[in-house]
């Protein structure tokens, strides 16, 4: 059943299947070569077609699809759009927030689409075309992980390896129609002018290439992979996505290729950024800022390379527990001992105008912003530093150091008290 089983097996088998059934000729192969799997397999399948209303046929084509389902009694789901504009992107826009919402309300394991080896040697062209990297070159992959508005749908491309004209033969075996949609003979589309003009005097002089393209796309996917397990560990070794400041280890990150910072900042960055920006932040030097989309941006110095959110994000201290065992003085970062009667004064909150402090060891005071300039705490971070007060005073800033404050007399009462969360400069 050309290679829909073996595809089917080779993402995990899924149990619910949900097709994209737009009434083509590649979608009607797709949706025949499910159903004769699904009844030898014993998995559900369902369709969804989604009506844009941008075409006088569409009508037709959603008739079209609610018979072909009931013939052969499956469940289509028919869901009307709206794209704001009619570009290529808005419609592609509102088709797959059209699909999220069945996926989600049927509750799909997958989406299964019809692009086929002629979509792959479209799409790997046209990110050719446009100067992409290894990332854009790797093409359309079997399984994929798609998000909209935060939800998570996992697209099943099982096509990939069959041609156009292999699949419309397909759909007239089996099936014996499928709808024309009229906007494909239009080369006002750069993706149309591909598959109409450009591809065809290409098969004319290279027979293989559309096969060469996809295997190219196969073998750029693999070195994908590599390099994005390469970046999920720098990030988890190195650095933090968390809040309340997402950040890496600076010196580190300047000991990796080239290539490997690029895919570092593509997967660290909160959006999909244009290349340009990506170099920028993979080249990024200690004292420099590189701005990103919607108000956020990337700092540099030393120690850290920081994400920056546009506006302070109000994240909650977790309160400090005290410790059985108060002999100890502590480390000073997590733990601190102090008289009881102190810390029974103190608030613990985050730095404020004014804030001072008496070094430990020291007789007089500094500003808390000179002494956290002193000991080199990343600019972005100073906002999010616990802070154990009286008034403006410092008692502890955690994770940094203490104040002569803390010191205890003999016979004094003690408490030690530790800190029970993560510190803004530490890893996951």
Partial sequence: MVSVSAARREIGSPQRVLIALSGGADSVALFCLLKNLADQEQFEIAAVHVHHGLRQTADRDAAFCEQLCKQYNVTIFVQHVHPKGRSEEEARKERFNAFSLVYNAWGADVLALAHHASDQAETVLLHLFRGSGCKGLSGMSMLAEHFVNGSRMKLFRPLLGIGKDALTAIAVELHGSFCHDETNDSDCYTRNYLRRQVLPRILERIPQAEAAIGRTAQILQSENDFLDALSRRFIREHGTQELPISHLDYPSFLQQHLALRRRIMQRFLPFDEPFETIDRAAAITAGQSVNLQRGWHLTADSRFICLVPPEKT??????????????????????????????????????????????????????????????????????????????????????????????????????????????PFEKE
């Avoid at 100890?328 to 985050?350: N, V």
């Avoid at 804030?355 to 912003?369: E, N, R, V, Y």
């Avoid at 955690?398 to 969360?421: D, H, M, Q, T």
């Fill in 314 to 423: 109000n994240y909650q201290i977790l309160p400090l527990q005290k410790q059985a065992e108060s002999l100890s003085t502590g480390d000073g970062i997590h733990t601190q001992r102090m008289p009881l009667k102190l810390f029974e004064q103190c608030d613990l909150r985050y730095r404020k105008p004014g804030d001072f402090i008496q070094p430990f060891g020291m007789k007089g005071t500094k500003s808390l912003q000179d002494y956290l300039v002193d000991r080199k705490v990343s600019e972005p971070m100073r906002d999010y530093l616990p802070l154990l007060c009286i008034e403006n005073e410092v008692i502890w800033a955690i994770g940094i150091g203490a104040s002569e404050k803390v010191r205890c007399e003999n016979g004094e009462e003690a408490v030690l008290l530790r800190y029970p969360s993560r510190l």
